[in-house]
Each structure stands twice: as structure tokens, then as C-alpha cells.
């Protein structure tokens, strides 16, 4: 009676290759990743930066007046 013996190789998750990755995976990592944090930092900052813009504006208006419905 011959018992098996169980695999304690661990399996990488991904790719599977150690591998430096090339050119165009960090290209293409690095401009995901960047368009990912562009796309929070538009979603934050875009009614503040109409806010401050329509503060400075001439004729000078007060939050309240930028904020009102009228």
C-alpha cells in the first residue's frame, strides 16, 4: 500500500514567468495607473475648482451666491 504523496509546490499567481516584464507591460502599467489616480483627482476636484474660479471671477461673488439655485 504505496501512499501518494501530496505536490508542496506553490503556484505564482499571474503570468507564471519570472521574467522582467518588457517595455510595453510597465508602459502599459504605468499609463493605467496614472490615468486611474487622474480620474480621482478629476472626480475631487472639479466643483472645488469651479468654486475658486467663480470666486475670482469679476464681478467678485460671495460662496453663497455661487452655491444659491437663482
Known sequence: ????????????????????????????????????????ATHYGFIPLIIILGMKSDPNTHLFQLLSPV
Open 1 to 40: 500500500m504505496a501512499a501518494a504523496k501530496a505536490s508542496l509546490k506553490i503556484k505564482g499567481k499571474g503570468k507564471g514567468s519570472k521574467e522582467s516584464p518588457s517595455k510595453y507591460e510597465l508602459f502599459k502599467d504605468w499609463t493605467n495607473w496614472s490615468l486611474k489616480k487622474a480620474k480621482v
